[in-house]
C-alpha cells in the first residue's frame, strides 16, 4: 500500500507460473463544473494527497465480510516514527452466487455438470475528505483478474444559483450536486509465459462470399482480422474512436493448440475525455488520452468500440516506473512527470512490456445522492483474462466441481457434493467479538485533498 498511490500487487502467480510483474494503481483524478468559483476550478489528484495514506480500518461484516481476514499497514510520512492502520486490507473468498460455468444436456444424453463461481478478493477502500474508493483486486478459478473500483461517500457540492443546472442537479433548498469525472489510472506489467511479449488485436469485419449451395445469392461473412502492433505510438488507443476488441499480450511460446500463449486486456469503463488537449492542465494527467493520435494504424478499419476505456502501451523502463507525480497537482501547467512523453515510437514486439489503463465514469450528482451515494452503478474496472494461455479451462481441476447424470442418484454425496452440504452447514461457526479501532490515532485535521 503505497502511501501515495495506493495499493499494488506484485509477482501474481497461477498455479505456480508468474503472469503479472506488477498490478498498481497510479492516480485517481476527480475533475468539477459547476457555476460558482470553487466549484469550476476544482481538479483533485488524490495521489498528491494520499491514496494509501487516506485508507483506514475496514469494517467487519459491512466493508468486508465477518470472517475475512485482515491486515495491517505500517507506513512512514512526514513523522520520525512510523504509523500503522490496523484492519486496512481484508482478504476473502466470495461466493458470487453465479455459476463459472455450467452445462445441462437434454440431448442425446443427459447430464449436468457445472462450478460455483468463488473468487479471492483483495480489498481496501480510501477516504478523501467525502468520496471513499473501493479498491477490489479479484481473483477467479479460471486464471482471470479482474480490477474494480466503486466510488460511495457523499457528494461535493456548490450554492444553487443561476443557471445551476446546467452544469447538475438541485438536491438541496440552496445546494447544486455538482457533475464531474472520475478517472483513475492502473500500471500492468503484465509477464505472460516470459517478460517477452507482443501486443495483438482482434476483431472482426465482414467479407462477402458467394454462398456455395446457391451461387446467385451472396452471404456476409465474419472474419477475424488479425494485426500484431510494431510500435508504441500503435499502441496508444484514444478515448471514444474505434478499438479493437480484443486486445492481448501474446508470448512466442505456442500452447498445445499452436496459438501463442496470451491474456487478454478487457476494460469495461464509460470514462469520455478528461481534458481538451488544448488545456494548458492536460499535460499533467496526459495518461487520460492517447498522447499521439495514430498514423496509419489499425483503429479506423474496425467496428468495434470502446464503451470509453482507454489503454496503451509501452516499454517498460525503469526510468518510467510511474505515470505521474505527487507534485503533479502543485503544477499541472509543467508538469513533473507527463505520460506523453512516454510514447514514441518504440518497437513493442518481443519485449517487456507495460499496459497502462485509465477507466472512469460521469457522476452528475441527484436526489439519490443524498446522503451518500451508492455503489451500484457507480463502478468500472478492467479484466485480465487468459486467451490461449492454457490448453483448456485450468477451473476444470477444481474438486468442487458438481457432475452427475440421468443415471444417477443427485442426492448422492459421491456424484453431486452439494448434496452433502445441509448437514455440514448445521453447526454454526465461532466468530470472533466485534471491536473497531479506526478512530485511535486519527488527526481532527481533514486531508488537505479530496473529491
Not at 63 to 75: G, I, L
Not at 374 to 393: A, H, I, Q
Request: with cysteine; hydrophobic share 35%; glycine share 8%.
Amino acid at each position: 500500500m503505497n502511501p501515495n498511490s495506493g495499493p499494488r500487487l506484485f509477482d501474481i502467480r497461477y498455479c505456480g507460473e508468474r503472469i503479472v510483474y506488477e498490478l498498481s494503481l497510479q492516480e485517481a483524478l476527480a475533475l468539477y463544473g459547476s457555476n460558482c468559483p470553487g466549484g469550476t476550478s476544482t481538479r483533485y489528484l488524490d495521489g498528491s494527497f494520499g491514496i494509501g495514506r487516506f485508507a483506514y480500518e475496514l469494517v467487519r461484516g459491512l466493508d468486508c465480510p465477518y470472517m475475512a481476514t485482515y491486515v495491517d499497514r505500517h507506513y512512514l510520512v512526514e513523522s520520525d516514527t512510523p504509523k500503522t492502520n490496523q484492519n486496512l486490507l481484508c482478504i476473502f473468498e466470495h461466493d458470487a452466487a453465479v455459476p463459472l460455468r455450467r452445462h445441462f444436456s437434454d440431448s442425446q444424453s443427459l447430464y449436468y455438470g457445472g462450478l460455483q463461481k468463488n473468487t479471492l478478493v483483495i480489498r481496501a477502500i480510501s477516504t478523501l475528505i467525502n468520496y471513499d474508493y473501493i479498491w477490489d483486486f479479484m481473483f477467479h478459478g479460471s486464471g482471470a483478474m479482474e480490477v474494480r473500483v466503486r466510488a460511495t461517500g457523499y457528494i461535493s457540492s456548490s450554492f444553487f444559483h443561476g443557471q445551476g443546472t446546467n452544469y447538475g442537479n438541485k438536491v438541496g433548498p440552496h445546494t447544486l450536486g455538482t457533475m464531474h469525472l472520475h478517472h483513475i489510472h492502473y500500471k500492468v506489467d503484465l509477464d505472460v509465459a516470459g517478460q517477452l511479449n507482443s501486443l495483438e488485436t482482434q476483431d472482426m469485419g465482414y467479407e462477402l462470399v458467394k454462398d456455395p449451395w446457391s451461387m446467385q445469392n451472396t452471404i456476409e461473412r465474419p472474419y477475424l482480422r488479425r494485426k500484431k502492433l510494431e510500435r508504441e505510438d500503435e499502441a496508444a488507443f484514444p478515448l471514444n474512436t474505434p478499438m479493437p476488441r480484443y486486445l492481448s499480450f501474446a508470448s512466442p511460446k505456442p500452447n498445445k493448440w499452436g496459438h501463442p500463449r496470451s491474456y487478454r486486456v478487457q476494460i469495461t469503463s464509460f470514462a469520455g475525455e478528461h481534458l481538451p488537449t488544448s488545456s494548458s492542465m492536460e499535460r499533467s494527467i496526459s495518461w487520460g488520452r492517447s498522447p499521439r493520435t495514430c498514423q496509419g494504424c489499425i483503429q479506423p478499419q474496425f467496428a468495434g468500440v470502446s464503451p470509453g476505456g482507454d489503454a496503451a502501451v509501452t516499454q517498460r523502463k525503469e526510468e518510467e516506473p510511474t505515470s505521474t507525480s505527487i507534485y503533479n497537482q502543485n503544477d499541472p501547467w509543467t508538469p513533473t512527470v507527463a505520460f506523453a512523453d512516454f510514447i514514441d515510437s518504440e518497437t513493442i514486439t518481443n519485449k517487456d512490456l507495460v499496459a497502462w489503463i485509465s477507466v472512469g465514469f460521469l457522476h452528475v450528482p441527484h436526489a439519490e445522492d443524498v446522503p451518500n451515494t451508492v455503489t451500484v452503478g457507480n463502478g468500472v474496472g478492467f479484466f485480465l483474462r487468459p486467451y490461449n494461455y492454457f490448453d483448456e479451462d485450468p477451473s476444470v481441476d477444481s474438486p468442487d466441481s458438481v457432475y452427475f447424470s440421468g443415471e444417477q442418484d443427485a442426492g448422492a454425496c459421491g456424484a453431486n457434493p452439494l448434496a452433502c452440504l445441509p448437514p455440514a452447514a448445521a453447526c454454526v461457526p465461532h466468530l470472533p467479538p466485534f471491536r473497531y479501532g479506526g478512530f485511535l490515532n486519527l488527526s481532527l485535521a481533514p486531508p488537505p485533498g479530496g473529491l
